[in-house]
């Protein structure tokens, strides 16, 4: 414990006063000491999920082809058919789970990134929005998602309006 208020003081540009920095929200210091969230119901589980592999996604880059209308339709993710996005050519985007709605927003092109601005509530919290960018891979009956662990892979339902 000495040895560790040495570094923190040391280290820390307000040791002289003796004030310790703590460490960030959410660190751990050994497994078990942040308990886990009891009685989650198991939709608010899905939309996490979802929303951190949105937030994978953003931090990777794709190709999007030369035609942003070639997005529009609705999607199904191949390994997981019950999951589906759907874009609409006025710039609208939903989010379906078991063809239940679950997400909704705004999404905007701006070269080969597309900004999803969320209305609908998102995040672990329930934020009252969010925004997400990401990029895409889109040939005619394909949907492709990059991130660092691979493609998620969507294929054509249908052609929106």
């Given at each position: 414990m000495v040895r560790e208020n040495a570094v923190n003081k040391a280290c820390s540009p307000f040791g002289?006063?003796?004030l310790r920095i703590a460490p960030p929200i959410g660190f751990r210091l050994h497994p078990g000491s942040v308990p886990f969230q009891q009685g989650a119901n198991q939709?608010?589980?899905v939309r996490l999920f979802i929303l951190i592999v949105i937030g994978i996604l953003s931090l990777t880059s794709c190709i999007v082809d030369d035609s942003w209308l070639g997005l529009v339709g609705r999607w199904q993710d191949v390994e997981n058919p019950s999951f589906e996005l759907e874009?609409?050519?006025g710039g609208k985007f939903n989010e379906y789970l078991f063809n239940g709605l679950i997400g909704y927003g705004d999404f905007y092109p701006e070269g080969d990134i597309i900004t999803l601005h969320y209305e609908s509530p998102c995040g672990g919290e329930n934020q009252v929005s969010c925004d997400v960018s990401?990029?895409?891979t889109v040939t005619e009956e394909?949907?492709?998602?990059t991130d660092n662990q691979g493609d998620i892979r969507f294929s054509k339902v249908s052609s929106s309006q």
């Open positions: 002289q006063w003796g939709m608010k589980k874009f609409t050519k990401l990029s895409f394909t949907l492709i998602i």
